[in-house]
């Protein structure tokens, strides 16, 4: 039990310092903004819908259930903790900027959440672009605890209880109760058909995080399904920290036969030694970047595709479009919660398959 709450304590600190620079993408003045007067209907709509797909996607200083047609937003603010090196360490609750309405004065200054960044302003909330339109003003070192991070928080906590009370549960009997009746076949399948076959004989070492890595996924994965706009594993500060963690779980517990394949491949002329090195390297960074990749694009692209479905039924407007898109926004759910656990069983694959590549024993030497 408490191996399983110092990993996930190194989880939550590990994704809170990666959301400290969350969306680092350039804010730039609303596209609506700018050419609202040439734009047709269509055309709004089309931005207007973009725009929702957009917010969807992205992380935010507030959690917002829905928002209605007049503007008003339901859902509960969230701490917003930001830095200033002028002024120092702020702290102030999501609502003090009214869904970047309001500017808020803190300490003397003025600052501003544009785009789901924190800027440095004027009184009045000015807002200065260059000539590409992107935002000139200081933008603050953010610390807060967005959308994101509150999810990240909740599933922590959640597989602290869950997980907690099965491990209990054995303690009086090994017949599996509660929610261990629907976890068992899980926990056994990532052991007997991950860990054990990709492994081997260490894989009990790597089983804590094997497991921890799954749920925590899949979790993820089954909240961003809500209708809330929680995308967390289609954020890419989050899926690096998860491949990271990976990536220096094989290193430190990598053997001896492991180093030895990749800076002096035996079983080689030595000329081609010189040239595999540099291969084997390369390859160590490019199997965490893989895993981070296909768990950000598959679950972002999946999002995008539904939300762009339903948006459709806003461009056609007709009774066709109403029934048609709602279908197939039905059956492409039905597939994204298959990819949920696809994509957290791939992971927690890939990895099982790193770890047994840093364990293996080869016999190189005998063979020859």
């Not at 090195?277 to 679950?299: D, V, Y």
């Amino acid at each position: 039990m408490l191996k399983r709450v110092l990993l996930l304590v190194g989880f939550l600190s590990t994704f809170t310092l990666s959301q400290a620079q969350h969306h680092e993408e350039v804010a730039t003045a609303p596209a609506t903004e700018q050419v609202a007067g040439n734009m047709t209907e269509a055309e709004k709509e089309k931005a207007k819908n973009q725009e929702f797909i957009q917010h969807h996607v992205k992380d935010a200083h507030s959690f917002d259930i829905m928002v209605t047609k007049d503007g008003h937003h339901i859902g509960f603010p969230l701490p917003v903790i930001f830095y200033d090196k002028e002024n120092g360490l702020h702290a102030m609750m999501s609502s003090a900027f009214n869904h970047g309405e309001s500017t808020v004065e803190s300490k003397g200054s003025h600052y501003k959440l544009y785009h789901e960044k924190i800027y440095k302003t004027d009184a009045a909330g000015t807002i200065i672009y260059d000539d590409h339109g992107h935002a000139t003003n200081a933008k603050m070192l953010d610390l807060s605890i967005t959308k994101s991070v509150f999810a990240i928080i909740l599933v922590a906590l959640l597989m602290v209880v869950l997980f907690g009370s099965i491990a209990r549960s054995y303690k009086n009997s090994l017949v599996p109760s509660g929610a261990g009746k629907i976890f068992e076949p899980l926990i056994i399948f990532i052991r007997d058909d991950i860990a054990k076959p990709n492994i081997g004989t260490n894989y009990k070492k790597y089983m804590g995080y094997l497991l921890t890595v799954f749920f925590f996924i899949l979790f993820l994965n089954v909240l961003g399904l809500m209708p809330f706009g929680i995308n967390v594993t289609g954020n890419l500060a989050i899926t690096a920290a998860l491949a990271i963690v990976t990536f220096l779980i094989t290193q430190f517990t990598a053997n001896k036969t492991y180093w030895q394949h990749i800076f002096w491949m035996p079983g080689l002329p030595w000329p081609m030694k010189f040239v595999m090195m540099p291969i084997e390297i390369i390859g160590m960074f490019i199997k965490p970047f893989a895993l981070l990749i296909r768990l950000f694009a598959n679950m972002t692209a999946g999002h995008i595709v539904v939300m762009s479905l339903i948006a459709m039924i806003y461009v056609f407007k007709n009774v066709i479009a109403g029934i048609a898109f709602p279908f197939l926004t039905f059956v492409l759910y039905l597939l994204e919660i298959l990819v949920a656990f696809l994509q957290a069983y791939i992971f927690t694959m890939l990895s099982a398959v790193y770890f047994g590549m840093a364990n293996e024993e080869h016999h190189h030497e005998e063979a020859h």
